[in-house]
């Protein structure tokens, strides 16, 4: 019932930036927090950021300084504003929503597909 589609990722070399989407849509009443986490092949997948419907953020001690997240709620978007990037970036990055479908009145947490972000000279 909702769909979430990152986009933006991609071959970058170390100190570059990248700047990465999420759109959510489908039979969306409202959404919450929306965020981005980023997983390693064998790894755990980590948080990244978090951003609040009203616009309050929090980061990973590693990001603090680095990236930014931000939200267009008119357009169900999130954002990633990713600079100077290191090759220990270098991951899948995942966005997701808490949102409240139409007609209904409990928030489910929804991710998307991923978008691979590769930081190598």
């Known amino acids: 019932q909702v769909q979430l589609v990152e986009s933006g990722g991609g071959l970058v070399q170390p100190g570059g930036s990248l700047r990465l989407s999420c759109a959510a849509s489908?039979?969306?009443?409202?959404?919450?927090?929306m965020g981005w986490y980023r997983q390693d092949p064998g790894k755990e997948r980590e948080l990244v950021a978090t951003?609040?419907?009203?616009?309050?953020?929090s980061y990973a001690d590693s990001m603090k300084g680095r990236f930014t997240i931000s939200r267009d709620n008119a357009k169900n978007t999130v954002y990633l504003q990713m600079n100077d990037l290191k090759p220990e970036d270098t991951a899948v990055y995942y966005c997701?929503?808490?949102?409240?479908?139409?007609?209904?009145?409990?928030?489910?947490?929804?991710w998307g597909q991923g978008t691979q972000v590769t930081v190598s000279s």
């Open positions: 489908g039979r969306i009443g409202s959404i919450d927090a």
């Open positions: 997701n929503a808490n949102v409240r479908v139409l007609a209904r009145a409990l928030y489910t947490t929804y």
């Open positions: 951003i609040t419907s009203g616009g309050g953020t």
